[in-house]
C-alpha cells in the first residue's frame, strides 16, 4: 500500500506541566511541530522529524518519545544546545498559556548543513510555529520549504501558531509569518492567532489575503464554533465543530494540523497539482476528519492525539 512520506521541521520542546502537589511539576514532551510529528504517525503516516535534540536528559526524553511513536528520527540532528523549556498553566476553561525559557537553546540553530538532510522521499512538509519565526534558524527552515515549494511535486503547509510574547512588534511579526506563508500551499491559523497578527480584520479577509500570497488552500479555525476554509476559486466552507466535553485544548490545534494532513495523504490529494484541483465541497471531508481529531485530543488532558484505531466509530475515513 502507498503510504507517502511527511515531513516535520521545528521546535521539540519540554512542557513542564503543573501536578497534583503544589510545587510539583512534570516534563512532558512538546513543541507544535513534535506535536503535529506525533498526531501523523498515530494516523498510520510514514512520518520523519527534523527536530534539534539536545543531548541532555530532555532531549533524550523527546528523542525516547518520538522513536516510541515509530517516528524517524535520521534527520533530526544531535545538537550540544539546551532543551527549550515551556511553563504551562491551564485556566479554568482549559485554555494554556506558556512561559518560554529560549534563549540559545537548541531549536533555533538550524545550519544549511542540517537541513539538507531532509528525505528524498518526502511528499509532505509541513513546518511553523516558533523556528519559523526565531533567528538565526529560521532563514534555513523558510529556505527549506522555499527548495520543497520549487520542487513542484512536495505539498508545503505552514502552522504561524503564534506566541505574541516571543514575536514582540506586530508588524514584525506580520513580515516574518508572511515569509512562511508565500512558500506554502496549506496554511492553517486560529481565530486567536490572526486577532492579534492582523486587529480588526475579519477572518475572510486575512484569509484572501493569505491565498494572494500563493496559498492554495487556507483554514482558520475557531474552536467550539468550528472551522473555516478557503480557497481562490471557491466559496468560504464552514464546518461545525463537534461537541465534546473539553478536558483542555492543549495541542488540539496540533492535532488538527495533523488530522487534515493525514486526510489530505489517504485521499491521495497531497500533491499541489491534486490539492489545486478540489472543490470546497471535496474539501469538506478533509475539514471533518480535522476536526474529529482534534476534538477527541480536547476530550484528554494534554497534547494526546488520537490513533487511527480509535476513530472508527467517528466520521473519519467516510467520503
Not at 305 to 315: H, I, N, V
Request: glycine share 10%; proline share 7%; hydrophobic share 40%.
Amino acid at each position: 500500500m502507498y503510504n507517502p512520506k511527511v515531513t516535520v521541521i521545528g521546535e521539540a520542546l519540554i512542557d513542564l506541566v503543573p501536578g497534583d502537589a503544589p510545587l510539583a511539576y512534570s516534563a512532558t514532551p512538546g513543541g507544535s511541530p513534535y506535536n503535529v510529528a506525533i498526531g501523523l504517525a498515530r494516523l498510520g503516516r510514514d512520518t520523519t522529524l527534523m527536530a534539534r535534540l539536545a543531548d541532555n536528559a530532555f532531549g533524550h526524553i523527546l528523542r525516547d518519545r518520538a522513536l516510541g511513536e515509530g517516528i524517524d528520527l535520521g534527520a533530526s540532528p544531535q545538537a550540544s544546545e539546551p532543551t527549550t523549556l515551556a511553563v504551562v498553566s491551564v485556566d479554568g476553561t482549559g485554555t494554556p498559556a506558556y512561559d518560554f525559557y529560549f534563549d540559545g537553546t537548541a531549536d533555533w540553530q538550524w545550519t544549511a548543513e542540517e537541513t539538507s538532510h531532509i528525505p528524498d522521499r518526502t511528499a509532505v512538509l509541513h513546518f511553523g510555529s516558533i523556528a519559523s519565526w526565531t533567528s538565526p534558524g529560521a532563514a534555513r527552515v523558510i529556505e527549506l520549504g522555499r527548495r520543497m515549494r520549487d520542487r513542484g511535486d512536495v505539498l508545503v503547509s505552514y502552522d504561524p501558531n503564534i506566541r505574541p510574547s516571543l514575536l514582540g512588534d506586530r508588524d514584525h511579526a506580520q513580515r516574518m509569518v508572511e515569509r512562511g506563508l508565500r512558500v506554502a500551499h496549506v496554511a492553517k491559523a486560529s481565530t486567536e492567532d490572526i486577532a492579534w497578527l492582523y486587529p480588526g480584520q475579519s477572518p475572510e479577509d486575512v484569509a484572501r489575503h493569505w491565498l494572494q500570497l500563493g496559498v492554495t488552500v487556507a483554514v482558520i479555525t475557531d474552536g467550539a464554533n468550528g472551522a473555516d476554509l478557503f480557497t481562490a476559486p471557491g466559496p468560504p466552507l464552514h464546518r461545525p465543530a463537534r461537541e465534546v466535553k473539553v478536558v483542555d485544548t492543549v495541542g488540539a490545534g496540533d492535532s488538527f494540523t495533523a488530522g487534515l494532513l493525514a486526510s489530505l495523504m489517504r485521499r491521495q490529494w497531497h500533491t499541489p497539482a491534486r490539492l489545486a484541483e478540489r472543490t470546497p465541497e471535496e474539501l469538506s471531508a478533509v475539514l471533518d476528519d480535522a476536526i474529529v481529531v482534534s476534538a477527541i485530543t480536547c476530550e484528554r488532558a494534554g497534547a494526546n492525539p488520537p490513533r487511527l484505531t480509535e476513530l472508527t466509530d467517528t466520521s473519519w475515513g467516510r467520503g
